[in-house]
């Protein structure tokens, strides 16, 4: 497949996961599916599913709250596969391109969402005061929809298109320790995420459960899977002993 | 009395489609204001005859709103029979309908945030994660999808007909069964056995610094692996926490601090 070809189709699923995530949320936007998709596209899926399991894992609990705008990890997923597929240099190379780029993602959506979307809104406020229903619904949904392919499609086309030997220029220029050091602080990167997690619990003073999950997985090197059923056996646990029993005595 | 207008399965399979463009034009001077209204406009459309009635109600919707993208349907669904009884009946003040939807927003999105975000998606792309570390390739990937999908489409389904059906019983429900704290406290108990088992597999740090005293050559990460594996991890994510909860750093801001300690780090030699 030509490279021009490529670069579309990347750009391409890059606008649908971005459409899906303002509005179905099915989740294909995440790391996890961008990557292979876009390995797939470009002929190595083995890759594409290595840098989307990094990137998950990198962005995996970062989750913000309210009006805050996260580190974008679609665009950056995107272009980091593509980055590896094409410069060939594995996980450490698209750790070190997506970070960088998650904040331009971010700082596009922070436009989106501060510039662009609130003239569409004003736009979609008068037609609706005239009664007009279509222009709301074009204002309020087609048009946002088609400034994705602007906004995050374009980017992913130019750094597939013209990125290959740009990036891979300016990835051989920055030192080899920079870049381990990019991947060091990836994998430490987890903790923020987590933390931000930990904040938003209402209910403090369930903090032993968070060294219970921890020492099952440190000592008894119990795998996620037995984690998540971890959660679920204590959660019942509580219900049937605390909750369930309290309203029976009510 | 003239006819009524009742609200019809169709009517809120419509809602239900024009919710998902909740947050389509989001934006940060009135959030999701456009996309609520969008989701009501097949119930303004139905219930109102009079222009000036469905201007009033469209007005009504276009003021602020924001709370997580799929716990929105309930409020959604909520002001869809608040609407249909205010178009029937006139029995109360209209304004009461964004009262009702300014008090859910705010619980809504804790609990939407720290159970659907903060919870159900990191679980199962953690699962994913172990899916495709075992080899079996586009297994994790789809399975994710499917999860995730079921859930939003799920959630947005329960909040537009639930919402509706119950209408303003609801919310005095949750208030009065004090629904939201009980759930807050179940998700709670998952969220922190999730973090505190994800931890060890999901943070790294390693540190190869090793001396030699005599003939035995001591490693320190070695020696930690010995004691407690996993433990810088935990205590690097207990420092963030502290950073955020105690220190109010924005999480911004600590993500570009712990790339610069990662590169630090590597040149001084005490991580890699």
Redesign the interface.
């Known amino acids: 497949m030509s490279i021009l070809l490529t670069a579309i189709l990347v750009a391409l699923f890059v606008t649908i996961a971005y459409i899906d995530s303002?509005?179905?949320?099915?989740?294909?936007f995440?790391p996890?599916?961008v990557?292979?998709v876009v390995g797939l596209i470009m002929g190595d899926?083995s890759t594409g599913?290595a840098v989307?399991?990094t990137i998950?894992?990198m962005f995996?609990?970062?989750?913000?709250?309210?009006?805050?705008t996260p580190?974008d990890p679609t665009l950056s997923t995107a272009i980091a596969t593509g980055i590896a597929i094409l410069g060939g240099g594995g996980t450490e190379l698209a750790v070190a391109t997506a970070?960088p780029v998650s904040f331009i993602g971010q700082i596009a959506t922070t436009f989106q969402?501060?510039v662009i979307?609130?003239w569409?809104?004003h736009r979609?406020?008068n037609a609706?005061?005239k009664?007009n229903?279509r222009g709301?619904?074009l204002?309020?949904?087609v048009y946002?929809?088609l400034t994705n392919a602007v906004l995050y499609g374009i980017p992913a086309f130019l750094a597939i298109y013209f990125g290959a030997d740009f990036v891979k220029g300016i990835i051989e220029a920055i030192p080899d320790?920079?870049i381990?050091?990019?991947?060091?602080?990836?994998?430490?990167?987890?903790?923020?995420?987590?933390?931000?997690?930990?904040?938003?619990?209402?209910?403090?003073k369930?903090?032993?459960?968070?060294?219970?999950?921890?020492?099952?997985?440190?000592?008894l090197k119990?795998?996620?899977?037995?984690?998540?059923l971890?959660?679920?056996i204590?959660?019942a646990l509580?219900?049937y002993l605390k909750?369930d029993d309290q309203n029976a005595n009510a | 009395m003239e006819n009524e207008k009742k609200l019809t399965k169709k009517d809120l399979w419509k809602v239900f489609w024009n919710q998902?463009?909740i947050?389509?034009?989001?934006?940060?001077?009135?959030?999701q204001?456009?996309?609520f209204?969008?989701a009501m406009?097949p119930v303004i459309?139905k219930v109102y005859d009079d222009?000036e009635d469905?201007?009033e109600a469209?007005?009504r919707h276009?003021e602020y709103f924001?709370t997580q993208?799929?716990v929105s349907a309930l409020p959604v669904g909520i002001s869809a029979a608040m609407e249909e009884r205010y178009a029937n009946e006139r029995d109360f003040d209209p304004s009461t309908i964004n009262s009702v939807k300014t008090a859910l927003m705010g619980p809504l999105?804790?609990l939407g945030?720290?159970l659907l975000?903060?919870t159900a998606?990191?679980?199962f792309?953690?699962?994913?994660?172990?899916l495709?570390?075992a080899g079996t390739?586009?297994v994790?990937?789809i399975m994710?999808?499917i999860c995730?999908?079921i859930l939003?489409?799920g959630v947005r389904y329960l909040g537009v007909f639930q919402g509706y059906k119950q209408g303003v019983s609801l919310v005095a429900k949750f208030q009065s069964s004090g629904l939201i704290?009980?759930i807050?406290?179940?998700?709670?108990?998952?969220?922190?056995?999730?973090?505190?088992?994800?931890?060890?597999?999901?943070?790294?740090?390693?540190i190869p610094i090793e001396y030699t005293s005599g003939e035995t050559t001591i490693k320190i990460q070695e020696t930690l692996d010995g004691l407690?594996?996993?433990?810088l991890?935990?205590l690097?994510?207990?420092?963030?926490?502290y950073?955020?909860?105690k220190k109010k750093v924005s999480?911004?801001k600590?993500?570009f601090i712990?790339?610069?300690?990662?590169?630090?780090?590597?040149?001084a030699g005490i991580?890699?």
Request: hydrophobic residues 50%; proline residues 4%; aromatic residues 12%.
């Open positions: 303002h509005t179905f949320q099915t989740h294909i995440r996890i599916f990557g292979p899926v599913l989307g399991v998950e894992l995996l609990a970062v989750i913000f709250v309210g009006t805050a580190p970070l969402n501060t979307n609130i569409f809104m979609a406020e609706i005061s009664l229903t709301l619904v204002n309020n949904t946002p929809m320790k920079i381990t050091g990019l991947s060091v602080g990836g994998g430490m990167i987890g903790a923020v995420g987590f933390a931000l997690l930990l904040s938003t619990i209402q209910v403090k369930f903090w032993p459960f968070l060294f219970l999950g921890f020492f099952f997985a440190s000592y119990i795998n996620m899977i037995g984690i998540a971890l959660g679920v204590c959660v509580y219900y909750i | 998902m463009t947050r389509t034009a989001n934006n940060y001077e009135r959030q204001n456009a996309g209204t969008q406009m459309e222009p469905k201007k469209y007005d276009m924001l993208d799929m999105a804790g945030d720290s975000n903060g998606r990191p679980i792309a953690g699962l994913a994660i172990s495709v570390s390739g586009w994790g990937p994710f999808v995730m999908a939003s489409l704290s009980r807050s406290e179940l998700a709670g108990i998952a969220a922190y056995i999730i973090v505190g088992g994800f931890i060890p597999a999901l943070v790294y740090l390693h407690m594996p996993g433990v991890g935990l690097y994510t207990g420092l963030m926490y950073l955020i909860t999480a911004i600590l993500i712990t790339m610069i300690v990662g590169i630090v780090g590597v040149y991580l890699g």
